[in-house]
């Protein structure tokens, strides 16, 4: 019955795997027929009209209300130019046409060319829609809002330990109509974060409508593969849920009302999140972009938009939020507090991932050494369930040695199963064996190792993170297949040290096993490698011991 058990078990992880495969495989097929898809929609939408100066000016918008208003005339009076923000933790730069970001840079973490990655993954494509550009019911204020050059006294701006915060103004009035735009940008020397204040007085303005605020489209994350254990796309909390909303899944536009908490765009390591003020009544808005990316860069959202409609009730109004983009690192998550943390997905098992990160940490605390941290912690798992394990063995090798009295009911009974049962149970009261008493400490275990294997998946700690020799990153695949192929001899030896299963067909599945788990971690990230196969080295020498002493 153990046996039987752990090939449940087995093959349970078998479809799980497998499973991810076909996931992945699936999303790689569709992202690619979303792109062919995209690039087609970009070539018909440049045969239209655009949001450009000319198109305006030439009266080619002329189904506006509002194209009248001389607000286009004096836009570029001011030069354009870039500002340079600096801190510890990023580089950014702005520009002063519409006071967007043009580039955000993470300093502590590196693409595949060993530069600070990027997260603007559109700089190169449409400076229109830049992250934190605006948009209004009108598509002429729209256009000012994102074109006109911002006067701001700022060439750079750097921070420090001894100057931890600072603010780049922008501001931009129209004096032939009155309207005025400030835009005011802080940053803060040891965070991610962004306080974004914005002010439009605009005194042709209704007595109703509304302003959007986007990050978009698309989030960069170098060259960081996509896999079925982290969510990639749009995530908005409102309402207290989580709400994943799948890029294949949106046609034009989704919209989310109600207590909206934070709305955000992540890849597997990275998020930009919008923040908005609470009990403002905004509503999280995720857009899905016709625009061809050509920035060169990977870019796994595509043309997917996040933003926040804040509600207009007259000529003047104010848009505050937070951004928070860079890495999805647990603590800096929650020093924002709001729930952002919870944009890491460890699944169902998240009450147990969380305290086993906390334990990893510790470890890389006085190692500094992730793969030895992994190492530690499958350790200190393995001791706290040596109780059970130590059952689960013990009746496993009771099993083992009932086993030639079970062969001989198999056959002396083949043709009577009913009978066959009855001696069965006759056989395990007889020598006090408990034909599940492998099967609980089995089961007790999944969800901490489902937690472990999930928090191992997600973790940016992971990534790029060396262990020894040939694994250099963590996070990706042993180039060499050697973890692979020596988890796959672990649980061969394993095979070997515990009872075969009585029923032949039985049998020659679980011989195959070790080959079909082996063939399924050649590609997976060499952190779970490294878990499961110190887990079986564990295991091996648990039984061994047990064996041992069994046979004294």
């Not at 999303?27 to 018909?44: M, P, Q």
């Not at 909206?260 to 765009?265: E, I, Y």
């Not at 086993?403 to 069965?424: A, L, S, T, V």
């Not at 472990?452 to 997600?458: D, E």
């Amino acid at each position: 019955m153990e046996k039987k058990a752990i090939l449940a078990f087995a093959l349970s992880m078998i479809v799980f795997l497998l499973w991810g495969l076909f996931y992945t495989w699936r999303e790689e097929r569709i992202g690619e027929r979303y792109n062919k898809e995209k690039a087609t929609k970009a070539t018909i939408e440049k045969e239209k009209v655009e949001l450009t100066e000319e198109g305006y000016i030439n009266g080619s918008l002329s189904s506006d209300p509002d194209l009248n208003l001389p607000i286009i005339k004096d836009i570029k009076k001011v030069d354009k130019k870039d500002i340079h923000v600096e801190t510890d933790l990023i580089d950014i730069i702005l520009t002063n046409e519409g006071g967007k970001i043009k580039s955000l840079r993470l300093k502590e973490y590196i693409d595949d060319n060993n530069t600070p990655l990027e997260l603007v993954s559109n700089k190169d494509s449409d400076e229109l829609k830049l992250p934190l550009y605006l948009e209004s019911d009108s598509r002429e204020i729209t256009y000012l809002l994102n074109k006109a050059i911002y006067e701001t006294p700022f060439e750079k701006l750097k921070l420090s330990s001894s100057e931890p915060d600072g603010t780049v103004t922008f501001s931009y009035l129209n004096e032939e109509t009155g309207i005025k735009i400030i835009k005011g940008l802080t940053f803060h020397n040891d965070s991610y974060r962004i306080d974004v204040k914005t002010s439009i007085s605009n005194p042709f303005a209704g007595e109703k409508g509304t302003y959007r605020i986007y990050w978009g489209p698309g989030i960069n994350s170098g060259k960081d593969k996509k896999d079925r254990y982290s969510y990639e796309g749009p995530t908005t909390f409102v309402n207290n849920e989580k709400i994943d909303d799948k890029p294949n899944k949106i046609d034009r536009e989704a919209r989310h009302e109600g207590d909206v908490l934070w709305t955000a765009l992540q890849s597997k390591y990275f998020l930009a999140a919008l923040i908005p003020p609470r009990g403002r009544g905004v509503a999280s808005i995720i857009r899905k972009e016709t625009d061809n990316n050509s920035s060169g860069n990977k870019d796994i959202n595509g043309g997917i938009s996040i933003g926040l409609e804040f509600p207009s009730s007259g000529r003047e109004e104010k848009i505050d939020l937070i951004l928070y983009a860079g890495p999805k690192e647990g603590e800096r998550l929650k020093s924002v507090e709001l729930s952002l943390e919870k944009v890491i997905d460890y699944g169902w098992v998240r009450f147990l991932a969380v305290p086993l990160f906390w334990v990893l940490k510790f470890f890389y605390g006085f190692t500094y050494n992730y793969g030895v941290a992994i190492i530690l912690l499958t350790i200190v798992i393995k001791v706290l369930f040596h109780p059970l394990t130590h059952m689960s063995f013990r009746s496993m090798k009771k099993m083992q040695n009932i086993q030639p009295q079970m062969k001989i009911i198999q056959e002396r009974y083949k043709n009577d199963k009913q009978k066959m049962n009855q001696e069965y149970i006759r056989l395990y009261k007889d020598n006090k064996v408990n034909p599940m008493g492998g099967c609980l400490p089995l089961l007790l275990q999944i969800p901490v190792f489902l937690a472990l294997y999930r928090l191992l998946a997600v973790s940016i700690e992971l990534r790029k993170a060396p262990f020894i020799w040939w694994i250099n990153d963590l996070s990706e695949m042993d180039p060499y297949y050697i973890t692979p192929i020596l988890m796959g001899v672990s649980m061969f030896i394993q095979q070997k040290m515990s009872p075969s299963p009585p029923d032949p067909t039985q049998a020659k599945i679980t011989m195959m096993m070790p080959i079909i788990f082996t063939f399924m971690f050649l590609n997976v990230p060499a952190g779970l490698v490294l878990y499961w196969l110190v887990n079986n080295i564990l295991s091996i020498t648990q039984q061994y011991l047990i064996n041992k002493r069994a046979n004294v």
